[in-house]
């Protein structure tokens, strides 16, 4: 069983910067491709993005391309989501989650709980 563990939510000012964690166990991590979502309130969890088993491939929403960035780091079980020129509307519950390259739900079969994004005025 593979487990999913994200860190790194917390407060910033808009316009500002803040880098997530997101750590996988249990399995073997070279195999998924490795998803960040996220959930407002109110409203339906959306893709952000996804970066494959090789890290070449990368898949980004329209509304964080150029902000966000994924970093993933094999050899530690990791995958950064860097976000820049942070805006309130980034204000959700980021997951990251494991499966397939896709920005789809239905591709990621393994959720951590989520971390707390919170992008003040």
């Known amino acids: 069983q593979v487990q999913v563990i994200e860190s790194g939510g917390g407060l910033v000012q808009a316009g500002g910067s803040l880098t997530l964690s997101c750590h996988a166990s249990?399995?073997?991590?070279?195999?998924?491709?490795m998803g960040w979502f996220r959930q407002a309130p109110g409203k339906e969890r959306e893709f952000v993005g996804s970066i494959g088993r090789n890290t070449r491939a990368t898949l980004y929403s329209d509304s964080v391309e150029g902000r966000f960035t994924l970093i993933r780091d094999n050899a530690e079980n990791r995958v950064y989501l860097q976000m820049n020129s942070l805006k309130p509307t980034d204000t959700a519950v980021y997951y990251c989650a494991a499966g397939r390259l896709s920005r789809s739900m239905g591709a990621y079969d393994y959720w951590g709980q989520g971390t707390q994004v919170t992008v003040s005025e």
């Open positions: 249990g399995g073997t991590f070279i195999t998924y491709a």
